[in-house]
């Protein structure tokens, strides 16, 4: 059965939120605030959301989490074990650093890197890509060649490490060690901007080419 990706760009960060199906049954990857679209394309398609998938806790990309449950109450949320805390106070997810407040409930399953996620014909391995938060993942599904890299790595960059919970040589040999380390021809979509390759940000990513260092 083959797996579908559609990428929703939603909130005021303009975060990609992804829907992957197979067959009837949906993951959304990173919900972003403000997901109609995907709820209306989803219920036209008959897909039956199970999983919502986090790459970290930033409120960018969880805020979209109780529309969701409201939509499919069945579902479960999966989050990296070491950002669990931030899906329930603002201030660690910097929602409160703009006035917002978000909280979106606990999550229903707490995810480290190594392991496996499966149902139906979907498969996403766990990777660890630590460092833009402290618990960091990025999924790499095999089926489909690619890799959903939340705000780690980005087409032509890489994610801030300023914030709390960043670690710039940390996340810097994650994604030398756990990303680059994928064919070249796996695309790489991230949680802001447009899709690359592992090959191209092998090559131009000025933060992962020689000696380059800073800031993302």
Known sequence: ???????????????????????????????????????????QRGLDVRRVLLTHGHADHIAGIPQLRR??????????????????????????DFGVGITVGEADELIDPGQVLRESDLELRVLDTAG????GVSYYCPAAKVVFSGDSLLAGSIGRTDLPGGDYPRL?????????????????????????????????????????????
């Open 1 to 43: 059965m083959s797996i579908e990706i559609h990428v929703f760009v939603a909130g005021p960060l303009e975060t990609n939120t992804y829907l992957l199906t197979s067959g009837t049954t949906a993951w959304v990857i990173d919900p972003a605030m403000g997901l109609d679209e995907l709820i209306a394309v989803a219920r």
């Open 172 to 216: 810097i040999r994650d994604i030398r060690r756990n990303l680059l380390s994928l064919d070249d021809a796996v695309r790489v979509l991230p949680g802001h901007g447009p899709a690359s390759t592992i090959a191209r940000e092998r090559r131009a990513n000025p933060f992962l080419v020689g000696q380059a260092g800073g800031e993302g």
């Open 132 to 135: 833009h938060t402290a618990g």
């Open 71 to 96: 939509a499919w109450p069945g579902l479960k949320v999966a989050c990296p074990r070491a950002d669990a805390a931030m899906l329930t106070d603002p201030r660690a997810n910097l929602s409160a």
